[in-house]
Each structure stands twice: as structure tokens, then as C-alpha cells.
């Protein structure tokens, strides 16, 4: 079963989508996605009397990712990642991957990202654009950091969320480059 919660933090709405083994979804409140999972029928969603009238063990997966944001939003490196399942092309897995490698407060360039693409082996040539394409597509926003990537200028670059959120996250976590 799909279940759904929204998260208000400091940025707006947040919207998590997760079954019983891993969080499958993090939109913010501008992201296409976000409207389209707030309103599908069928992902229950979850109320603070559910989560009031649950066990323990229920929810585990949004008790975690709820503990991540807490963290996360009082400018703390949460330090750990709560199980995740994506969706996607082998191509864009790979991309998420290596944002997952970009430490708390680092950044890396699209270039960064395609060149650790072609260090793995698995590809022949990487552009750019397929790299930012991955990124933009990235399903679950803050905790796989698709806000860390930059243009090669230092410009912040694209975001689904939009450039002034990108902005404050990259200036919550004390920006840094590698």
C-alpha cells in the first residue's frame, strides 16, 4: 500500500510518498509531482490521528524520513539516509547514486557528475544536458541532494523546486566546495 503525509518545514509543504519498506517519494511544493501525488486517490493519506493511534513499528519508513527532515531543517547533517526505492532508468539510477556520494554542504558541477559517470566504467560519453535531465527528475528531493549540483560557473542552475529554494538549502547546509 502507497501512503502519503505532508511535512511543513521552513521552505513550504513537503509531500512524502512511502509503502511499509522505503520512502518512494519527496516533492516540494512547486514540483510537478507534488500536485499530482497530493491528489491521486489512491495513496492513503496519513493524519496525526493515525500516527497518534499507531504502533510503533507502523509508519517506520515516514517516522524516519520525518527524523531526517527534523534534522535536516535545524541545519544538521542528518547522517543517515532512510531506506529508498526510485524509479527510473539505469542511466538516472546511476545519477541519483552519485548524488548521494555529494557530502552535507559539498557541491559538484554537471560536468563533476558526468566525468564520476565515465570514471565508473559503465559509459563511453556522458553530456551534460542527460546529466541535468537525471537531476531534474530526481524523485526524492533534499535526501537525494539534486540541490548540490551546479553549473560549471558556480551558478545555480535549474531546480524543480526553484532557484531561490536551491539557494537557501545550499545556504542552510553552509555551502562548500569539495
Not at 563511453?124 to 537531476?135: C, F, K, L, T, Y
Not at 545555480?156 to 523546486?161: D, I, M
Request: hydrophobic share 35%.
Amino acid at each position: 500500500m502507497l501512503y502519503k503525509k505532508l511535512y511543513k518545514s521552513l521552505l513550504g509543504d513537503i509531500l512524502i510518498v512511502f509503502d511499509e519498506e522505503a520512502l518512494l517519494g519527496l516533492y516540494l511544493e512547486r514540483q510537478k509531482e507534488y500536485e499530482e501525488r497530493l491528489r491521486d486517490s489512491e495513496i492513503v493519506e496519513i493524519d496525526e490521528t493515525a500516527l497518534q493511534d499507531s504502533k510503533e513499528e507502523d509508519y517506520k519508513i515516514l517516522k524516519l524520513t520525518e527524523a531526517w527532515l527534523d534534522k535536516y531543517f535545524s541545519g544538521e547533517d542528518p547522517g543517515f539516509i532512510p531506506p529508498i526505492k526510485v524509479r527510473g532508468s539505469e542511466f538516472r539510477k546511476d545519477v541519483w547514486d552519485i548524488l548521494l556520494k555529494i557530502g552535507y554542504g559539498e557541491t559538484r558541477t554537471y560536468k563533476e557528475v558526468g566525468e564520476a559517470l565515465l570514471t565508473s566504467g559503465k559509459y563511453e560519453r556522458v553530456s551534460n544536458q542527460a546529466v541535468g535531465g537525471a537531476v531534474g527528475h530526481n524523485p526524492i528531493s533534499l535526501i537525494i541532494p539534486c540541490h548540490r549540483v551546479i553549473g560549471s560557473d558556480g551558478s545555480l542552475r535549474g531546480y524543480a523546486g526553484g532557484i531561490e529554494v536551491k539557494r537557501k538549502l545550499l545556504e542552510l547546509e553552509g555551502k562548500r566546495k569539495k
